[in-house]
């Protein structure tokens, strides 16, 4: 009796071990996925990153307020033609501002991918966190880059605005992406990154 007892206590044990062994795993992704999520947010919303976006969302400002008023600001022109190294910084934050968002992209497709580990799945609330950033910026940085290209030339943004464009698809909804697409088209601007932008 004895003998048939001990292989289903240790097929038993052997359950049990797996079976902790599988929520440790799950609980140390899940911890080490909001350590990512935590570290993207704060590189989009700090340092030198922060530092970028306040010129490019007056500048954004100010692009918009020249096509509401249907007329071109003074200021806005004078700034852009008269001085080539704010035109250059400007570019330049343009840049840092893309460059956050692919590596916000990137963490993002590192936790997504861990929806293959049983009980791990991608962050709603990651997606969250970086929902209004990117819908913002989504209006913002084609006004942006149009007003760079009248004075600077045309800007090679290619990989990181894909980029950029592929993490509008993973967190906008599709109302989202509609909405920023029709604003865009009445001021006869294009996404930024295109075509990764699902919804048409």
Known sequence: MSNQVLPLVALAVSIVALALSLVATVAQRR??????????????????VADAR???????????SEWEADRVSPD???AL????????????HYFVLLWCFERVWNGYQVI???????????SQELA?????????WSHDLPAIKMALETHLGEIHDGDSARAFA????????????????????EMGLEPIGEPAWSAG
Do not use: Y
């Not at 997504?112 to 991608?122: E, K």
């Not at 969250?128 to 913002?136: D, K, P, Q, S, T």
């Open 128 to 136: 969250n966190m970086l929902g209004w950033h990117v819908r913002n």
């Open 81 to 92: 033609r008269e001085s080539s190294a704010e035109a250059a910084d400007l570019r330049h």
């Open 31 to 48: 911890r080490a996925n909001m350590e990512i999520a935590r570290a993207l947010h704060i590189d989009l919303t700090s340092g030198v």
């Open 166 to 185: 592929a993490l509008g698809d993973a967190v906008l909804t599709d109302a989202d992406i509609r909405k920023i697409r029709r604003r865009l088209g």
């Open 112 to 122: 997504w991918a861990d929806r293959r580990v049983v009980g791990v799945r991608p």
């Open 76 to 78: 806005l022109e004078k």
């Open 54 to 64: 306040k010129p490019l969302g007056e500048l954004a400002f100010a692009v918009r």
